[in-house]
């Protein structure tokens, strides 16, 4: 079987992730905020985030370098959050809740209602990277079931019907 995999001695200096002299910026001034850099690591994840709408593999190498700590303390920081995407996402994610309490409240129709009026399946983006659609554990709305976040935006007390129309808010 033939290897397809790039020699690590290949790979350019040019190709190497590079944070914007924002982020850059951004970073060290976080880092500061901290008595210990690596409590910075989570505001350092967001800030990339913000503004490249996920954080590549090539970043957590980058946060580390500029927080002076190991990549490892990033990437743990990094895959223990929900809110942190590792991988690409649609310009709105959409979180709906599937906790007990809102399986309770009936999520399992709104979640039918995203994915029928999406034409997607959870995990997934909408072929024009408008919509991702991801279950969440718990959005802390539970006496307000079902639930969901469209990017920053909660939505409670949603029903099958209303789920479609709130969609259209988001262009």
């Not at 033939?2 to 040019?14: K, N, V």
Request: with cysteine; net charge negative; glycine share 6%.
């Amino acid at each position: 079987m033939h290897d397809q995999r790039i020699a690590i001695e290949t790979i350019e200096p040019s190709d190497a992730f590079v944070l914007s002299a924002t982020e850059h910026d951004a970073i060290e001034q976080e880092k500061h905020h901290y008595e210990d850099a690596r409590a910075a690591s989570i505001e350092a994840l967001k800030i990339v985030q913000k503004q490249r709408g996920w954080v590549p593999d090539g970043a957590i190498q980058a946060i580390a370098d500029v927080l002076g700590i190991p990549a490892s303390d990033v990437e743990g920081v990094a895959t223990f959050y929900s809110q942190i995407f590792r991988q690409p996402v649609g310009r709105h994610v959409i979180r709906y809740c599937d906790s007990v309490v809102c399986h309770i409240t009936g999520y399992q129709g709104i979640q039918a209602a995203l994915e029928a009026n999406l034409n997607i399946k959870p995990g997934q983006t909408t072929p024009d990277g408008r919509f991702t659609l991801l279950p969440t554990c718990c959005l802390g709305n539970c006496d307000k079931g079902p639930t969901m976040m469209v990017d920053e935006d909660t939505h409670v007390h949603l029903t099958p019907e209303n789920v479609v129309t709130l969609l259209e808010q988001y262009q």
